[in-house]
């Protein structure tokens, strides 16, 4: 029977052997029905993306390899999947590896399967654990370049970073959140989905410096350790607010602020400031509501974009030097939207 793509294209973008490609797509007994919905799910993909970008000529294949929760990560997704059509002169291909929480076996297991059996590239956002920083060192010693989304690993272990400069981003939301909370008795909370995302602890302590020279009154708390879920999240900020008492501003750095917002609400505490990063749907309805006072926004266009091209230009697919500097971000309030 015929198919669109080559069975070795299909294997490639499933992740699976050729043979057990062969089995499934020949209706062969003794394949499990998950391994049948792999194959499926990859030829979807991949007459998707054919169809979105019109593709044609030499392509490049790179993973997308995130920890993050669902709203983030389908954001991210979205945003490559658009910019998929301008990308000249090569067609881009991807194959999404997205899961809310990654175990360091787990996430070192996928990396090496990539290594042995080949990517144009990888973009990777994960904790800067010691594993898996060697697994992208391994990758990249084995011609498979790295670049980091969001979120940074050492220089050793990737090609290039990108997105915003992270500092600054916090430095940006303390110094805005000051003089709100001027005349008020109130301390800060900054929730994090993890402190091990080198990304998330540069914006807490850009934030920290900046508060600390523009407020140096106010305390400052840390949550850690919620991945961006809402429960586990959600259970983290009740705990601190039965310990702190004064804590009624919120610089939320890894999202979950429903969650947030919840714990408040059943400590019948108010949030008189509450900056959050990205302007995803939640957010967008939390700015609508007034339930967040600002959001701190940077282009995921324009990052999956820059991604790309690095990739494009490190197989000398693009004529001119990529620049790479930290994204542009912006500030966003239920008056501007």
Same mark, same amino acid.
């Given at each position: 029977?015929?198919?669109?793509?080559?069975?070795?294209?299909?294997?490639?973008?499933?992740?699976?052997?050729?043979?057990?490609?062969?089995?499934?797509?020949?209706?062969?007994?003794?394949?499990?029905?998950?391994?049948?919905?792999?194959?499926?799910?990859?030829?979807?993909?991949?007459?998707?993306?054919?169809?979105?970008?019109?593709?044609?000529?030499?392509?490049?294949?790179?993973?997308?390899?995130?920890?993050?929760?669902?709203?983030?990560?389908?954001?991210?997704?979205?945003?490559?999947?658009?910019?998929?059509?301008?990308?000249?002169?090569?067609?881009?291909?991807?194959?999404?590896?997205?899961?809310?929480?990654?175990?360091?076996?787990?996430?070192?297991?996928?990396?090496?399967?990539?290594?042995?059996?080949?990517?144009?590239?990888?973009?990777?956002?994960?904790?800067?654990?010691?594993?898996?920083?060697?697994?992208?060192?391994?990758?990249?010693?084995?011609?498979?370049?790295?670049?980091?989304?969001?979120?940074?690993?050492?220089?050793?272990?990737?090609?290039?970073?990108?997105?915003?400069?992270?500092?600054?981003?916090?430095?940006?939301?303390?110094?805005?959140?000051?003089?709100?909370?001027?005349?008020?008795?109130?301390?800060?909370?900054?929730?994090?989905?993890?402190?091990?995302?080198?990304?998330?602890?540069?914006?807490?302590?850009?934030?920290?410096?900046?508060?600390?020279?523009?407020?140096?009154? =106010?305390? &400052? #708390?840390?949550? +850690?350790?919620?991945?961006?879920?809402?429960?586990?999240?959600?259970? @983290? *900020?009740? $705990?601190? /607010?039965?310990?702190?008492?004064?804590?009624?501003?919120?610089?939320?750095?890894?999202?979950?602020?429903?969650?947030?917002?919840?714990?408040?609400?059943?400590?019948? =505490?108010? &949030? #008189?400031?509450? +900056?959050?990063?990205?302007?995803?749907?939640?957010?967008?309805?939390? @700015? *609508?509501? $007034?339930? /967040?006072?600002?959001?701190?926004?940077?282009?995921?266009?324009?990052?999956?974009?820059?991604?790309?091209?690095?990739?494009?230009?490190?197989?000398?697919?693009?004529?001119?030097? &990529?620049?790479?500097?930290?994204?542009?971000?912006?500030?966003?309030?239920?008056?501007?939207?």
């Amino acid at each position: 029977m015929p198919y669109r793509f080559p069975m070795k294209e299909v294997a490639f973008q499933a992740g699976l052997s050729l043979a057990t490609v062969d089995r499934v797509l020949n209706d062969r007994p003794g394949v499990r029905a998950s391994t049948r919905a792999r194959v499926q799910s990859a030829i979807a993909e991949l007459e998707r993306q054919y169809d979105t970008a019109s593709l044609a000529g030499k392509r490049l294949s790179l993973d997308v390899v995130m920890e993050a929760p669902v709203r983030f990560a389908t954001a991210v997704r979205r945003a490559f999947e658009t910019e998929l059509p301008s990308l000249r002169p090569a067609n881009v291909t991807l194959r999404f590896h997205l899961q809310e929480r990654w175990s360091d076996t787990d996430l070192t297991r996928l990396l090496t399967r990539i290594k042995q059996r080949g990517s144009h590239g990888v973009v990777l956002k994960a904790r800067a654990t010691p594993a898996v920083v060697a697994a992208a060192n391994r990758l990249m010693e084995n011609a498979i370049p790295v670049a980091t989304f969001v979120t940074d690993l050492p220089m050793h272990a990737r090609l290039a970073y990108i997105g915003i400069d992270n500092r600054k981003a916090g430095a940006t939301a303390a110094g805005l959140m000051a003089p709100m909370l001027h005349g008020r008795q109130s301390d800060v909370l900054i929730t994090l989905s993890s402190a091990r995302f080198a990304g998330e602890d540069d914006r807490a302590h850009g934030f920290e410096a900046e508060l600390k020279r523009a407020a140096p009154e =106010r305390k &400052i #708390f840390r949550v +850690a350790e919620g991945m961006g879920l809402d429960l586990t999240t959600q259970n @983290l *900020v009740e $705990r601190i /607010l039965d310990k702190q008492p004064s804590l009624s501003a919120v610089y939320s750095v890894g999202g979950a602020n429903h969650a947030v917002i919840r714990a408040f609400t059943g400590a019948k =505490r108010p &949030i #008189f400031v509450f +900056a959050a990063h990205d302007m995803d749907r939640t957010n967008k309805a939390l @700015l *609508v509501k $007034r339930q /967040l006072t600002f959001v701190i926004d940077h282009d995921l266009r324009q990052d999956a974009r820059t991604a790309c091209q690095i990739m494009l230009h490190h197989h000398r697919m693009l004529p001119s030097e &990529i620049e790479v500097g930290p994204s542009r971000f912006t500030v966003v309030t239920p008056q501007s939207l």
